[in-house]
């Protein structure tokens, strides 16, 4: 079996390799200054890569997540049936423990249950080379996505479109090539003029740090703004339209994704400026019935009171650090899916869409 992923090259931005059994992944906390990957030999380990923010995107860490089974699968492809099986369920319990707000981490562990359970008959051996077929289908199944919804995505913008984004929702974010970044690239790839602003994306500065550095790598001409620059720039005509991706969206289509997103929701509704979601539709949660129903991760107080080291807010402060909001529908303008695009969207068409 082929057990490497980086032997063809989705993009200039791989987020994450499996390779000799084991996941090695970006480590996007000390980008753009360093480029370093980390190995993740277990569950374990892919679970801490995951809760520290290692990999980040919901799809990059449904896929991670898989790899991170897989891999506990090898290291324990020579103990007895017994052995390995209370491995397996202890290794997925570490990996849904990681963090609450991604679905695709839960949808991708739950595929992988389903294969440990189907190979139930078979060595242990036999199921970790099972398991790693169905990481890697994973994996795979995730960069065709992210390209039919570039596809699809890529139609809305006209030439010359200057795109808002917050957060990261590229490559890095994904298995490759992106959702929201996916969709600019794939303009850009048809010929099209395009331009981003990268919101900066406080506390973690996904935006400064990471959107901006793919943009480069791919030479899209990108400007970096704070947050609070957003309805500033939509109030003098400087952008088009606003991209982003999302961690989880509940049956009514309200999205959840990163911080901060709501406000430019808002914003690009009251400036007439059209507000678009790219997701995967394993970024769905059809159990939920609306957002207000979807987990809010709250994540520490050092990531709001500094970065890097350097302290800037008084010790003793109280610190609030959701990393997540929740995006009505009715502002959002459609989601751009494998499948297509889903216009103003609410639990009809959703539901459409997973049943045509």
Not at 19 to 30: F, S, T, Y
Not at 46 to 71: E, K
Not at 113 to 138: H, Y
Request: proline share 4%; with cysteine; glycine share 8%.
């Amino acid at each position: 079996m082929n057990t490497s992923v980086n032997t063809v090259q989705h993009g200039k931005v791989q987020t994450m390799l499996w390779r000799d059994h084991a996941l090695e992944l970006i480590d996007q906390r000390v980008l753009p200054l360093r480029f370093e990957l980390v190995r993740c030999d277990d569950a374990a380990q892919t679970a801490n890569a995951i809760r520290d923010m290692v990999v980040r995107g919901a799809p990059a860490i449904g896929c991670a997540a898989a790899f991170g089974v897989a891999a506990e699968a090898w290291e324990h492809r020579s103990d007895d049936r017994r052995a390995f099986d209370v491995a397996m369920a202890a290794g997925m319990q570490v990996l849904a423990e990681s963090r609450p707000t991604a679905i695709n981490l839960f949808w991708a562990i739950e595929r992988m249950r389903k294969v440990a359970a189907e190979s139930r008959t078979v060595s242990p051996r036999e199921a970790a080379e099972r398991l790693e077929a169905a990481a890697l289908d994973i994996y795979h199944a995730d960069i065709a996505a992210n390209q039919a919804m570039g596809i699809a995505g890529a139609a809305l913008v006209k030439d010359g479109a200057r795109i808002m984004t917050h957060c990261n929702a590229g490559a890095l974010a994904t298995a490759g090539h992106g959702t929201a970044l996916g969709v600019i690239r794939s303009a850009r790839d048809l010929g099209k003029s395009v331009s981003v602003l990268a919101n900066e994306t406080r506390p973690f500065l996904q935006g400064a740090r990471l959107t901006a550095w793919e943009m480069v790598q791919e030479n899209i001409p990108v400007t970096l703004l704070t947050d609070n620059m957003a309805g500033h720039m939509m109030s003098k005509g400087r952008v088009d339209m606003v991209i982003v991706g999302a961690d989880r969206i509940a049956a009514n289509g309200d999205t959840a994704n990163k911080i901060g997103t709501y406000s430019v929701a808002i914003l690009a509704r009251h400036h007439g400026i059209p507000f678009y979601v790219a997701a995967p539709l394993s970024t769905f949660d059809t159990t939920l019935p609306n957002g207000a129903a979807i987990p809010i991760e709250e994540r520490h107080a050092d990531e709001v009171t500094g970065y890097g080291g350097t302290r800037w807010a008084p010790e003793g402060v109280s610190v609030a650090n959701p990393a997540f909001d929740v995006t009505p529908a009715g502002l959002i303008t459609a989601i751009i899916t494998e499948k297509g695009v889903l216009h103003a969207p609410d639990a009809t068409n959703i539901r459409t869409l997973f049943t045509s």
